[in-house]
């Protein structure tokens, strides 16, 4: 059976940081892309970083760029996503997805699997 099982999020104030996990089972780790996509209320789904640890290839979306860092151990099967100087925009949930291959960006549509969500509120 697969699974994505994400934890980490929660309530911080603006500028503050939190690092969510990703932890999956149930298919050949390296041979899918991993990605952080997330969700705020009112909106669609949109990706904010993703990363192919077989190749260490790495997306960020322009509004995370230099505030989130993605990473990927892949003993434990996991991957983070480290997101510093939140801002209240950042509010919203973010979920894990895998997607088979090396596509690194990809409509939602295009992902395989997805956890159930995480949380993240980020108070001005």
């Known amino acids: 059976e697969v699974q994505l099982v994400e934890s980490g999020g929660g309530l911080v104030q603006a500028g503050g940081s939190l690092r969510l996990s990703c932890v999956a089972s149930?298919?050949?780790?390296?041979?899918?892309?991993i990605g952080w996509i997330r969700q705020a209320p009112g909106k669609g789904r949109e990706g904010v970083s993703v990363?192919?640890?077989?190749?260490?290839?790495?997306y960020y979306e322009d509004s995370v760029k230099g505030r989130f860092i993605i990473s990927s151990d892949n003993a434990k099967n996991t991957v983070y996503l480290q997101m510093n100087s939140l801002k209240s925009e950042d509010t919203a949930v973010y979920y894990c997805?895998?997607?088979?291959?090396?596509?690194?960006?990809?409509?939602?549509?295009?992902?395989?699997?997805w956890g159930q969500g995480t949380q993240v509120t980020v108070s001005s």
């Open positions: 997805a895998a997607g088979y291959g090396e596509a690194i960006q990809r409509r939602v549509h295009e992902w395989d699997y």
């Open positions: 990363i192919r640890s077989s190749e260490g290839t790495i």
């Open positions: 149930g298919f050949r780790f390296k041979d899918y892309a």
